[in-house]
C-alpha cells in the first residue's frame, strides 16, 4: 500500500529467500554444521511444485503434495546428515563438501532432464498457489510463512533443543560422554533446515512462474550462505535482515555499478572478520546503548523440580580387562592388560606417563577401540560401541582438562546434564525440563564449600579452573553412573580445593554404592580415597592390591624411583 506492487512483488522474493537462509541460520548458527548446498532441497522442492501444479488442479491436493515433499526431503536430508556425521565426529568439512557436491549434481541433471525439468529453460506453464497473484495477493501467504517460521524458530530459542544444539555445536565429545548420539541430533537439525528450504521453494515456485538449474546449484547455495552471515547466523532475524538488504542492494547496484558483486563480496568479507553475528548483533548491541532495560533479562531465583527417573537400569557390576591389547601404527599402547575390579568401592590407577592410563579409560568409554581383548562391565562387552552409548552402559566420564560448555552459564551446564539419560522427545520441548534436579546435583550444589551456587549465573568461561572442575564433576555425578571414570580430577586444585574434591568423591560412591576408577599421580590422594590400587607400566599390569601392598612392592618402587641392577 505504501511502496505499490513491484516493490512488494520485490520484497517477497527476498522473504523467500530470508526463510530459507533461517534454515542455514539454524544448522550453522546452532547446530554448527555450514551447509553449502541448501539450494538443493530448495530447488527440488520448486521443480516439485510446479510439476505437481501443471498436472493437478485441486487445491487440496496441492497441500497435500507439499506437505508429502517436505517430509520427503526431511527423510533425505537426516539420511544423508546420519550417514557422513555418524562415522567421525570432525565430519563438518565433509559434509559442507558432500552437500556442495549433491546440489551441483542436481543442477546438472536439472539441466540435462528435459523431458521433467525443461532443461535449461527451466520448468514453465504453471499457475500460482490458489491462483494467488505473484505481484499482489501472493505477498501475504509470504509474509504470513515468513512470520510463521520466524515465530517458531523463537520459540525454540526458549525451549531445551535449543541447548542440545548450542552444546552439541560448542563440545561434541562432552555430548557423547553424556549420552547423546550427536550423529542423529546434526541429522535431525539438517532435516528441520531443509523442510524450511522446500517451504522457501514451495513458495517461490508460485512467485516466479518458473523453476531453472540455476534454483537447485552452487551459486543460490553460496549466496544463501552468504546472505546469513552479512545478516547474522546467531539470531532469528538475522537471515531475513540479510535477504531484504542484499536483495534490495544488488538490485539497485546492478544497473548503476559494473563491479557491485565485488563491493558486496567486500562486504561480506568485513562484517564476517569484524561481526561474526552480523547486522543482526550490531542492531541488537545497539538498541542496548539506547535501550539498556529493553532487551535485559531479570535473574530469578533457581527453580527445581524433581527430574524423572534415568531411562536406563542401574546395577552395579565388575569390570573385567581380559588380555586388552591397544596398537596404533607400529606403537603399543596397552600390551596384554587383564584385570578384575570389584562392583564397588574406589579404585585409583597410577603409574608414570605414558603407561596407558588415560587409554585404559578411553577403551572403557569407547573413544578408543581395542585391537584385540574384550571389555566387560555388568556381565556384558562393551569395547566394540560407541561413547554415546557409554551412558547407556551406566558409565560416565570427568575428563583430565575440564570439559563443560563454556558459552553456557554454569545452569545451563548442568541442564544438559540432567538431561543426559532422563529426556524423552516430549522434554525437549517443556522449559520445565531446564529445572530438573536430582539427589547426587543437589548433594553436591548445596554443599556449602562448592563455590558453584553463587555462580551458576556465570558462563562457564569466567569460572577459574577449580570451579571447573567442580562444575564438570557435578555434571557428570548428574548422571548417576555407576560406574564413574575421573582423569586426575584433583589438577589445579588448591590443597583445601582437594580435600573436598575427594570428600565429594567419596560421598558420591558411598551414596551410589558404585565403582569410580580415578587416575591420579598425587600419591596422598591416593592412599586418602583408595579401596585399592592399580599400577600400569609400559601398557601393562604391573601390580594391583591395597595401597600399602602397592606402597611396598619393590616393582613398583623401581618404577617410581628408580631400580638397581
Known amino acids: 500500500m505504501l511502496l505499490g506492487d513491484f516493490v512488494a512483488y520485490q520484497l517477497g522474493l527476498y522473504l523467500i529467500y530470508g526463510i530459507t537462509a533461517q534454515g542455514v541460520g539454524f544448522l550453522w548458527g546452532k547446530a554448527g554444521v555450514l551447509?553449502?548446498?541448501?539450494?538443493?532441497?530448495?530447488?527440488?522442492?520448486?521443480?516439485?511444485?510446479?510439476?505437481?501444479?501443471?498436472?493437478?488442479?485441486?487445491?487440496?491436493?496441492h497441500l497435500v503434495f507439499a506437505i508429502l515433499t517436505l517430509a520427503i526431503l526431511g527423510v533425505v536430508a537426516y539420511v544423508i546428515a546420519a550417514v557422513v556425521f555418524k562415522r567421525r565426529t570432525n565430519s563438518g568439512p565433509y559434509f559442507s563438501l558432500i552437500t556442495l557436491a549433491l546440489a551441483m549434481i542436481v543442477e546438472q541433471l536439472a539441466g540435462t532432464t528435459t523431458h521433467i525439468t525443461g532443461g535449461f529453460n527451466g520448468l514453465y506453464g504453471f499457475d500460482s498457489i490458489a491462483g494467488l497473484d505473484p505481484f499482489g495477493s501472493l505477498y501475504y501467504l509470504i509474509v504470513v510463512c515468513s512470520v510463521s517460521v520466524t515465530l517458531l524458530l523463537m520459540i525454540l530459542n526458549t525451549l531445551p533443543i535449543n541447548l542440545i544444539a548450542k552444546a552439541v555445536s560448542e563440545n561434541e565429545p562432552r555430548m557423547q560422554l553424556l549420552g547423546f548420539p550427536t550423529y542423529a541430533l546434526k541429522?535431525?537439525?539438517?532435516?528441520?533446515?531443509?523442510?524450511?528450504?522446500?517451504?522457501?521453494?514451495?513458495?517461490?515456485?508460485?512467485?516466479?512462474?518458473?523453476?531453472?538449474?540455476?534454483?537447485?546449484?552452487?551459486?543460490?547455495?553460496?549466496?544463501?550462505?552468504i546472505i546469513t552471515a552479512v545478516g547474522g547466523r546467531f539470531h532469528v532475524f538475522g537471515p531475513l535482515i540479510g535477504a531484504v538488504v542484499f536483495g534490495f542492494l544488488a538490485s539497485e547496484?546492478?544497473?548503476?555499478?559494473?563491479?557491485?558483486?565485488?563491493?558486496?563480496?567486500?562486504?561480506?568479507?568485513?562484517?564476517?572478520?569484524?561481526?561474526?553475528?552480523?547486522?543482526?548483533?550490531?542492531?541488537?548491541?545497539?538498541?542496548?546503548?539506547?535501550?539498556?532495560?529493553?532487551?535485559?533479562?531479570?535473574?530469578?531465583?533457581?527453580?527445581?523440580?524433581?527430574?524423572?527417573?534415568?531411562?536406563?537400569?542401574?546395577?552395579?557390576?565388575?569390570?573385567?580387562?581380559?588380555?586388552?591389547?591397544?596398537?596404533?601404527?607400529?606403537?603399543?599402547?596397552?600390551?596384554?592388560?587383564?584385570?578384575?575390579?570389584?562392583?564397588?568401592?574406589?579404585?585409583?590407577?597410577?603409574?608414570?606417563?605414558?603407561?596407558?592410563?588415560?587409554?585404559?579409560?578411553?577403551?572403557?568409554?569407547?573413544?578408543?577401540?581395542?585391537?584385540?581383548?574384550?571389555?566387560?562391565?555388568?556381565g556384558k562387552r562393551i569395547d566394540k560401541r560407541p561413547p554415546y552409548a557409554a551412558l547407556k552402559s551406566s558409565i560416565g566420564r570427568k575428563q583430565q582438562v575440564p570439559s563443560v560448555f563454556f558459552s553456557l552459564s554454569a545452569s545451563d551446564n548442568l541442564a544438559v546434564a540432567m538431561m543426559a539419560g532422563r529426556a524423552r522427545v516430549p522434554d525437549y520441548f517443556k522449559r520445565s525440563t531446564?529445572?530438573?534436579?536430582?539427589?547426587?546435583?543437589?548433594?553436591?550444589?548445596?554443599?556449602?564449600?562448592?563455590?558453584?551456587?553463587?555462580?551458576?549465573?556465570?558462563?562457564?568461561?569466567?569460572?577459574?579452573?577449580?570451579?571447573?572442575?567442580?562444575?564438570?564433576?557435578?555434571?557428570?555425578?548428574?548422571?548417576?553412573?555407576?560406574?564413574?571414570?575421573?582423569?586426575?580430577?584433583?589438577?589445579?586444585?588448591?590443597?583445601?580445593?582437594?580435600?573436598?574434591?575427594?570428600?565429594?568423591?567419596?560421598?558420591f560412591q558411598s551414596q551410589s554404592d558404585g565403582l569410580v576408577v580415578m587416575v591420579e599421580h598425587d600419591m596422598s590422594i591416593v592412599e586418602a580415597i583408595s579401596d585399592k590400587?592399580?599400577?600400569?607400566?609400559?601398557?601393562?599390569?604391573?601390580?594391583?592390591?591395597?595401597?600399602?601392598?602397592?606402597?611396598?612392592?619393590?616393582?613398583?618402587?623401581?618404577?617410581?624411583?628408580?631400580?638397581?641392577?
Not at 541448501?38 to 491436493?61: E, H, M, P, R
Not at 539438517?190 to 514451495?202: K, Y
Not at 588415560?358 to 581383548?373: E, K
Open 35 to 61: 551447509p553449502l548446498g541448501q539450494a538443493l532441497f530448495f530447488g527440488v522442492s520448486a521443480y516439485s511444485t510446479g510439476i505437481i501444479f501443471q498436472n493437478v488442479d485441486s487445491l487440496s491436493l
Open 187 to 225: 541429522a535431525q537439525a539438517f532435516a528441520f533446515s531443509a523442510i524450511i528450504a522446500g517451504l522457501g521453494g514451495w513458495l517461490f515456485a508460485s512467485h516466479q512462474g518458473i523453476v531453472t538449474p540455476t534454483s537447485t546449484g552452487f551459486a543460490l547455495s553460496a549466496e544463501l550462505v
Open 253 to 378: 547496484m546492478r544497473d548503476n555499478f559494473v563491479y557491485w558483486e565485488l563491493l558486496l563480496a567486500v562486504v561480506f568479507i568485513v562484517v564476517v572478520l569484524k561481526a561474526k553475528g552480523g547486522l543482526a548483533e550490531l542492531i541488537v548491541v545497539f538498541l542496548d546503548k539506547i535501550f539498556p532495560k529493553l532487551l535485559s533479562i531479570s535473574s530469578n531465583e533457581f527453580v527445581r523440580t524433581a527430574a524423572p527417573p534415568s531411562n536406563r537400569v542401574l546395577k552395579a557390576g565388575n569390570l573385567i580387562f581380559c588380555d586388552v591389547h591397544l596398537q596404533i601404527g607400529v606403537v603399543k599402547i596397552l600390551d596384554g592388560v587383564s584385570f578384575v575390579l570389584p562392583e564397588s568401592g574406589i579404585v585409583s590407577v597410577i603409574g608414570p606417563n605414558g603407561a596407558g592410563k588415560t587409554t585404559i579409560l578411553n577403551t572403557i568409554t569407547g573413544n578408543l577401540f581395542p585391537t584385540t581383548g574384550s571389555i566387560n562391565f555388568e
Open 434 to 507: 531446564l529445572t530438573w534436579y536430582n539427589s547426587a546435583l543437589t548433594n553436591i550444589i548445596d554443599h556449602p564449600n562448592v563455590p558453584l551456587k553463587t555462580a551458576l549465573n556465570k558462563t562457564a568461561q569466567t569460572l577459574s579452573q577449580g570451579h571447573r572442575q567442580f562444575l564438570e564433576f557435578a555434571m557428570t555425578a548428574a548422571t548417576e553412573p555407576k560406574l564413574l571414570l575421573l582423569d586426575e580430577p584433583c589438577a589445579g586444585l588448591s590443597s583445601e580445593e582437594t580435600s573436598l574434591m575427594t570428600e565429594l568423591v567419596r560421598e
Open 533 to 565: 590400587v592399580l599400577v600400569l607400566h609400559q601398557g601393562r599390569v604391573l601390580s594391583f592390591g591395597s595401597f600399602l601392598e602397592i606402597k611396598n612392592n619393590t616393582e613398583v618402587q623401581a618404577v617410581y624411583a628408580g631400580g638397581t641392577k
